[in-house]
């Protein structure tokens, strides 16, 4: 079983829609979690890492955790062109080996 | 904050070459750094992840006699590639926590 799941997608929306990105988690210590943003070759970007439940928001993006549904997505508002990329989960998993685990990624096109 | 920088951003090298890329945190202490490859329209592959002053954990099928890693101090991880061999061409990326921001990558491209 993969430890972080994300619908591969691809997830098409048209222009200024919100885009809904989902992403679960099966390490139910973990306690900090990424989404980043790639495009076609170029490394990941950090959009936003929350560490508690609830929402958490920066600019037009939302990320909300829900630890008991280990449960965390991202929800992108006025979706541009220009957020057309792959959107990575990442979590930190428990115990003393640190580890990023990430989900294999979302595609999303937005639609102009 | 939490700058990584990776140096070099990409390198030709002939077949049978070692090649060094280096990951460095610019304005913070990186307790942890992980290295991952990735090709053409593939995920992020973990290789490894190296703590500060010891040896590097490798993730299953990853050599550690090919892909060195060393983590001397809190802002520098190195990843050398030895005896590099056309298959090994890829896009390595680090990361570093605290803060969980990647470097920019080194595309390596073995001929």
């Known amino acids: 079983q993969k430890e972080v799941e994300q619908n591969s997608g691809p997830l098409s929306v048209p222009e200024g829609a919100i885009a809904s990105l989902n992403c679960t988690y099966s390490d139910r210590g973990s306690q900090s979690f990424f989404w980043y943003r790639q495009y076609s070759g170029k490394s990941p970007e950090l959009i936003m890492s929350?560490?508690?439940?609830g929402d958490k928001e920066d600019g037009r993006f939302t990320a909300q955790l829900n630890k008991a549904s280990q449960y965390v997505s991202l929800l992108i508002r006025d979706s541009q062109p220009s957020d057309s990329a792959t959107y990575l989960c990442?979590?930190?998993?428990?115990?003393?080996?640190?580890?990023?685990?990430f989900g294999s990624g979302t595609q999303l096109t937005v639609l102009p | 904050g939490a700058v990584v920088s990776q140096h070099p951003s990409w390198v030709i090298c002939k077949s049978g070459t070692s090649v060094k890329i280096e990951c460095r945190s610019l304005?913070?202490?990186?307790?942890?750094m992980f290295w991952y490859r990735q090709f053409p329209k593939q995920s992020l592959m973990l290789m490894a992840t190296s703590n500060e002053g010891s040896k590097a954990t490798y993730e299953q099928g990853v050599e550690k006699d090919k892909f060195l890693i060393n983590h001397a101090s809190l802002t520098l991880s190195t990843l050398t590639v030895t005896s590099a061999h056309p298959e090994d061409s890829s896009f390595y990326i680090c990361?570093?926590?605290?803060?969980?921001?990647f470097g920019p990558g080194t595309r390596l491209t073995v001929t």
């Open positions: 929350i560490y508690s439940n």
């Open positions: 304005d913070f202490q990186a307790t942890t």
């Open positions: 990361s570093a926590l605290p803060g969980g921001c």
């Open positions: 990442a979590v930190i998993s428990s115990g003393s080996a640190r580890q990023l685990t």
